[in-house]
């Protein structure tokens, strides 16, 4: 199959369309945006809590859900079985992503907001939702696997529906317990966990993989990827922006009297994309992985589904929470470092890859 990826030979950042190049500009919009909305409508929360999809508000459920489908409808779910006998590039992904990848940010959120349980637990839960969506942006930017890195989204993306609950569990409450931290305050129920799971990543998954089968057989291949999908890629944006708005009318006043929050809540975010990238980067070094498949194994270990995370945050801890709030600062750390890691590999490229080998 062609690969439908921009040309390696361009600078990563013009090869962004306008949008994305200046998404953190426009995360930073829709904070302000909803900071003012939080000003002028003090009972947005009651507003927003009239009608709901189990226990999120139906507003925030369509955006969350808005920014979840076009991804997963992007993903070429034919070259699944292909791309997963690779059992090194598997086997690799998944130690990063489901071993490593919870316990790091488990580690750094321990070590870096133990007096902020709220954002402490955030932080967990974004830990534990695997990367699907800008993912696949920045592997493109970087020239890596296009194949193998949605293969991977799609396989996290099943995993998590399966893992997700038993791993918040095992991480907001089991292991804590055991090292002997305090986890007094925290109620957390594996059920409520899987349920916002299914619902927010079951679904539109579910509808990704049905699109896809659906355009490929009606309308063709090259008029899904070509004209279908670029239609439908910018949704994913829209949503995100609209939760945004939406979550900080919700938590102004908390981020208004608390600005240091959101600050420490950066710290370990950023420590994480940055240890994540380098560990993953090496260990493919290391394993003898083609620069392409390293690229994709090392984005997606170090990007997280900061939808999902929201969404669970949201679904069981509040609107309104300290852990919601964890989640939405999460892409706004996210977006630059991530921009600034696609040139880190493509300098890694040129120095560790004068000449990519076949894995």
């Known amino acids: 199959m062609t690969s439908l990826s921009p040309p390696p030979t361009e600078p990563a950042l013009a090869r962004l369309s306008v949008v994305d190049r200046f998404l953190p500009v426009w995360i930073l919009a829709a904070m302000a945006l909803g900071l003012g909305l939080g000003r002028l409508i003090p009972d947005l929360n009651d507003w927003l809590d009239t009608v709901k999809i189990g226990s999120v508000s139906l507003p925030i459920a369509l955006g969350l859900l808005a920014m979840m489908y076009p991804v997963l409808a992007k993903v070429r779910y034919s070259q699944i079985g292909e791309i997963a006998a690779d059992r090194k590039l598997m086997v690799t992904s998944l130690v990063l992503n489901w071993v490593i990848g919870p316990a790091l940010m488990f580690t750094l959120a321990w070590l870096l907001l133990a007096d902020l349980p709220e ?4 932080l967990i839960i974004i830990g534990l939702a695997r990367c699907i969506a800008m993912v696949l942006i920045w592997n493109d930017l970087a020239c890596g696997d296009r194949e193998a890195a949605a293969v991977l989204v799609a396989l996290n993306s099943i995993f998590q529906i399966v893992a997700y609950s038993i791993l918040g569990y095992f991480y907001l409450e089991l292991l804590p317990t055991w090292l002997g931290l305090d986890t007094a305050t925290l109620d957390v129920s594996m059920w409520d966990i899987a349920k916002i799971v299914l619902v927010f990543l079951g679904v539109p998954l579910a509808g990704g993989y049905l699109t896809r089968r659906w355009g490929e057989r009606s309308k063709g291949v090259e008029w899904y990827e070509t004209r279908f999908l670029p239609k439908l890629a910018p949704w994913a944006l829209y949503g995100l922006l609209f939760t945004v708005v939406i979550l900080f009318a919700l938590q102004g006043e908390t981020i208004t009297a608390q600005p240091l929050d959101v600050i420490r809540i950066a710290v370990p975010l950023l420590a994480y994309f940055a240890i994540m990238w380098v ?20 984005f997606t270990a170090a990007s997280n589904n900061f939808e999902l995370a929201i969404a669970v945050a949201i679904g069981v801890f509040g609107v309104t929470s300290g852990e919601a709030l964890a989640g939405v600062v999460g892409p706004l750390i996210e977006v630059p470092v991530l921009v600034g890691l696609v040139y880190v590999a493509l300098w890694a490229k040129k120095r560790f890859y004068p000449v990519s080998p076949i894995s």
């Not at 954002?119 to 955030?122: E, L, P, V």
């Not at 090496?282 to 992985?289: E, I, M, Q, S, W």
Request: charged share 20%; glycine share 8%; hydrophobic share 40%.
């Open 119 to 122: 954002y402490r637990t955030g």
């Open 279 to 298: 560990v993953s980067f090496a260990l493919g070094l290391r394993l003898k992985l083609s620069y392409e498949k390293n690229t994709s194994v090392a």
